[in-house]
């Protein structure tokens, strides 16, 4: 929501705002089928993210992966259809 937004650019949610984020990434180049076989991987912010697979689907905490594997420079991407919040 547009309101949680504004506030995670406050300056006093700075830390917030940066813990939403590396939760985003994992460290290294993880491929889809490499997570789904690990089931899990430890998040930048270390928090821990569970990888499964319903309907030929493959979901991260609940989130629905959209697009797989598209590599980058620096990493690996995989598009979810929503923004994962620290727990």
Known sequence: PADTLTSLLEKENRD???AILTLHVVPGRVYASDAIEAGQAK??????LHFTRKDGKVFVNGAQVVSADLDTTN???HV???VLLVQ
């Open 16 to 18: 917030k705002l940066s």
């Open 75 to 77: 990493g690996v991407i």
């Open 80 to 82: 979810i259809d929503t």
């Open 43 to 48: 998040s930048a912010q270390g928090q821990v």
